[in-house]
């Protein structure tokens, strides 16, 4: 079965980087959809970015864009978001997941079947 196993998370200050990771198995990962999600204590679970696996065609949020650039490594079935100028408002635990479809919906958690365990990141001011 499909695992995700998330890693990079921690405790950093504002303006900060901090680079998650996103080890994928249990399939051959060359086509559909990876992404990242984040959710913090009484908030929604907040779309990211997004990465096809294919194409390396990226979506990111606008909260992030400029700031966050998600990659892969297709050799690794690996998937990263680099965080650069982390703010406190980016504490949440972070979420990858993987989908079967690159699409417009990819911002979309409904999109996704499978999901990893979360690593926490946390910003301080």
């Known amino acids: 079965q499909v695992q995700l196993v998330e890693s990079g998370g921690g405790l950093v200050q504002a303006g900060d980087s901090l680079r998650l990771s996103c080890a994928a198995s249990?399939?051959?990962?060359?086509?559909?959809?990876m992404g990242w999600f984040r959710q913090a204590p009484g908030n929604e679970r907040e779309f990211v970015a997004a990465?096809?696996?294919?194409?390396?065609?990226?979506y990111h949020a606008d909260s992030v864009k400029g700031r966050f650039t998600i990659s892969r490594d297709n050799a690794k079935n690996t998937v990263y978001l680099q965080m650069n100028s982390l703010k406190p408002e980016d504490t949440a635990v972070y979420y990858c997941?993987?989908?079967?479809?690159?699409?417009?919906?990819?911002?979309?958690?409904?999109?996704?079947?499978?999901w990893g365990q979360g690593t926490q990141v946390t910003v301080s001011s």
């Open positions: 990465i096809s696996w294919s194409t390396g065609n990226t």
């Open positions: 249990g399939r051959t990962f060359s086509s559909g959809a």
């Open positions: 997941a993987a989908g079967p479809h690159w699409g417009p919906a990819v911002g979309a958690a409904s999109s996704y079947d499978h």
